[in-house]
């Protein structure tokens, strides 16, 4: 028999969104994870501490998986447990806690918003998502929807990567998910499909969902509790749609949406057809000349000076070994010249650049830049005084070095 129409992007039956969230809450009430934020959240009777516990897991989880993060979160809370601690902590002590973590600048503006809290809100978070983006530095849209619907209980919806995966494959939104357009649309879905009883639980079982049946390769669809909801899945069980769709479901050829024309489904990639994104841009490639210079105590034991980055910009005020970028297709001899006189503003003495022994290349990935490390070393006899006057910089020892808010790049460089 022939499929049927499609039916429109968006959820028009009351019936099939109260059996969505219904089946969608069912399945988060046994299959959820176990993590020490919503443990916490969930235990937390003042409202305060709840949000504050909520903020710091979503701002850790930006960009980072959960595996990673959860041992961060453990260990924050239990250095600052409440948001009157954070702000009194320095952004050294943060910065020391988060380094590993990547996307540095998160704890900074974590830290700021704390102390603007404490400041100028008495001490009390807001309580909608409208003020949380408003009144805090560093909390986005689906930030501040994050918390208020699972601390505070108001029924707004999220988006954020999951959410857009999974709301894709349920309607066949084949458009590029990343333009804002779209974006708006799938808001609109979001705060009409989010249940109005439990509203942080519906948020959190679509993210579940998300990250751990509907995937972006290979999702489980066959553990889906929604699988029945789902437009792409029944595209992959019974072919493409007539080519004419009903009046009411979508506007025939222009429909903001639908895949594009010159992007036909591909029936290998089943589910995975959706969601679509525009090409990915490739990352900037830089080279940086990093030296690591190393002095011996009084016992023989190595110590190594380490520089504080600039306070704003990338890994901002984060310490690394003296490091220089370097222009592209510079040649081996030039980049030990420019090194040596870089690394005079910290040593106050000429440097030779022949006595800079290269060590090899570290490669270093960030979101949007593809770095290159060329490392090299120089052991120094006798002390070397620092220049208070200079950028901060001080010796340190390999245990202190890994204590210190230095980023993973540099531990790969050492």
Partial sequence: APAPPPAPHHFTDPGEVEALRRNLLAWYDRCKRDLPWRALAAAEPDADRRGYAVWVSEI?????????????YNRWMQKWPTLQALAQASLEEVNELWAGLGYYSRGKRLQEAARKVVSELAGHMPRTAEDLQKLLPGVGRYTAGAIASISYGQDTGVVDGNVIRVLCRLRCIGADSSSPAVIDQLWDMANALVDRSRPGDFNQALMELGATVCVPKAPLCGECPVKQHCRARHRKLFGKPTPVPDVEDCGVGDCPLCPPAMEPWDSSLGVTNFPRKAAKKQPRVMRTATCVLEQRDCHGAPKYLIVQRPSSGLLAGLWEFPSLPLPQDLQEEKEREVLADHLQAWMG?????????????VIHIFSHIHQTYVVYSLHLDGDVTLDPASTPSRWVTEEEFHASAVSTAMKKVL
């Fill in 60 to 72: 850790m989880l930006q960009q980072t998986q959960v595996a990673t993060v959860i041992d961060y």
């Fill in 349 to 361: 003495q000429p440097v030779a650049a022949k006595g800079l022994q290269f060590i090899g290349e």
